[in-house]
């Protein structure tokens, strides 16, 4: 599995840098969940958004000797939308209680172990978003300009996530690694910093009325031993007749000198009101070294204090006042010069 990340940037960030964008606050919750990738979106200015779940999860390494881990997870996210629209900070982490079974030796170990499996605060800028003003207006005329296929739908909006992976004291779990097993020389001396750059690129295009498309890119513990690469594709669909149903597919892949894999999820989210949303998921890898299945679980739900800003009607007051103003020098120029014209054409017939 090869990943060419420095060229995706690179493309991306010619193509969108030089636009800035406005970020579109929902009138109803829009929750990162149950999917694995963030949205391009930010929450909006004064509004606290969390995101949590339980989550099982097992594995099983034919390259250990089918050795197991069998485990419980709390997924928690706190997002908050602060200084611009565009901007939001995030502090996110798993926790995860577990049984790993350890078949490499005879008799088998049985060890229960608890800890963070993630645990990352950063903050998210929109960086481009093509949708203006005009796109937003229903068209009441023509049910394909409002919810018809347009390749101009296609153009995503991009924001940018940096932050940091912090480690919390002693963990089982450096690196990601689920199978920390300390008769193997190398995973005793594994040893994660305690603290880690994360950068992502997301994109996002809505189109068709009904359907979303995000995309996540991402460089995870940079500069360390083994930093990490990845990318998650997630396709999301609402449904006409029932708008608060959605059903979402997602393929997530990442790799390391440690751990790589390929994961597919799938599931569903329902609004049980403008601010609240649950959530079940599925998914699975396609690899046995380690193999991988979980259920997911959640709830998101929103304190909402949004405001439309105030400052929007007196920068346009503003902007009308100095369009005014330099209408008012050019009439006075015209009128200057015209003066100038009548006094050169008296001479002339003089």
């Known amino acids: 599995m090869k990943f060419h990340f420095k060229a995706i940037l690179s493309l991306f960030l010619i193509c969108f840098i030089s636009k800035s964008g406005v970020a579109q606050y929902t009138d109803v919750i829009n929750s990162n969940r149950p999917g694995s990738s963030m949205s391009s979106f930010s ?3 004064r509004v606290l958004q969390i995101e949590t779940g339980l989550n099982y999860k097992s594995y099983r390494h034919d390259g250990f000797n089918n050795s197991q881990v069998d485990a419980f997870a709390v997924d928690f996210a706190v997002r908050y939308g602060f200084f611009k629209e565009q901007l939001e900070v995030i502090w996110d982490f798993t926790y995860q209680f577990d049984e790993l079974m350890n078949r490499t030796v005879s008799p088998e170990l ?3 172990r608890n800890g963070f499996v993630k645990n990352t605060i950063g903050a998210k800028y929109m960086i481009y978003n093509p949708i203006s003003d005009e796109d937003k207006i229903i068209n009441i005329r023509s049910w394909d300009a409002n919810y018809g296929f347009h390749w101009k739908d296609m153009i995503p909006t991009v924001s940018i996530y940096a932050g940091a992976n912090l480690i919390l004291g002693d963990t089982p779990y450096d690196y990601y690694n689920m199978f920390n097993l300390q008769n193997v020389a190398f995973y005793s001396q594994l040893e994660e910093p305690q603290i880690s750059p994360k950068v992502v690129l ?9 359907w979303v498309l995000v995309t996540n890119w991402s460089y995870n513990r940079i500069g360390t031993d083994y930093p990490e690469m990845g990318y998650i594709v997630t396709l999301t669909h609402s449904f006409k007749n029932n708008p608060r149903l959605s059903i979402f597919a997602e393929n997530q892949g990442y790799k390391s000198d440690i751990y790589s894999d390929v994961l597919v999820k799938g599931g569903f989210a329902y609004l049980l009101g403008r601010d609240f949303q649950i959530d079940f998921g ?20 929103r304190i909402d204090r949004h405001v439309d800003e105030v400052k929007t009607n007196k920068e346009k007051s503003n902007k009308d006042l100095s369009k005014g103003k330099k209408k ?3 009439k006075k120029k015209k009128k200057k010069k015209s003066k100038v014209k009548e006094i050169e054409e008296s001479i002339e017939e003089e």
């Open 43 to 45: 929450v909006g200015k």
């Open 110 to 112: 049985s060890e229960n």
């Open 202 to 210: 997301t994109t996002q295009s809505n189109f068709a009325g009904y």
């Open 282 to 301: 599925l998914g699975a890898s396609f690899k046995n070294t380690p193999s991988q299945t979980n259920v997911a679980l959640g709830v998101s739900f």
């Open 328 to 330: 008012k020098k050019l």
